[in-house]
């Protein structure tokens, strides 16, 4: 999978995707992720990319020439199956949704700043909005970096135990187990023997019912969508 994304702050997303998972998807092969500033794209002098809105209002607007010029130079290069625009006002990001991304060959995503972009830019070239959640960033970068780890970790073969995204809390609509490692007794505060019993069907049960309750104290409105 390819992820080209556009940002006027390149340096901000030049760490997340070098670590870790992130790091795995992309030496394995399986995660390409490709940096864009609109100001080496810009038509305008000094690197200008945003702009007064019209109609007054305060706040910056991204212009539409430097993203239109951008985005057509990528999109002569490839066919993507998606341009995302990371925006508070786009559609909840959630599991389902890294689920289908994660099957895709080639998308964009545009990341927000200032007021937002020409919505032109919407209206013409964007196929999908996208909101990590009900509070306001300061730009899309870090909401993007959320969507290409949430995406590039469940990228079939990225993971080394391809069984462990299976359990991940929300994969199959519930909150993970709690889990434990060494030591058995930390400070007189023990590991639940049931674990110890080296029964998996027992332990398996166990994992099961603690899911199901942890989602009804904590996200019982998860359980209603069952
Ligand atoms: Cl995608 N962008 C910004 N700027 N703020 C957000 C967001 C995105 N999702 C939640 N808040």
Redesign the pocket.
Known sequence: MRIDIITVLPELLASPFEHSIMKRAQSRGLLEVHLHNPRDYTPYKQGQVDDYQFGGGAGMVMMPEPLAILLDKLKAERTYDEVIF???D?VLFNQKAANTLSLKENIIIIC?HYKGIDDRIRQHYVTME???????????EL??AVVVDAVGRIIPGVLNDETSALFDSFQDGMLAPPVYTRPADFRGWPVPDILLCGDPKKIDDWRQEQSIKRTGERRPELLKDM
């Open positions: 990371m925006t508070p786009g927000g996208i909101s990590i959640g009900d509070y306001v960033l300061s730009g899309g909401a993007a």
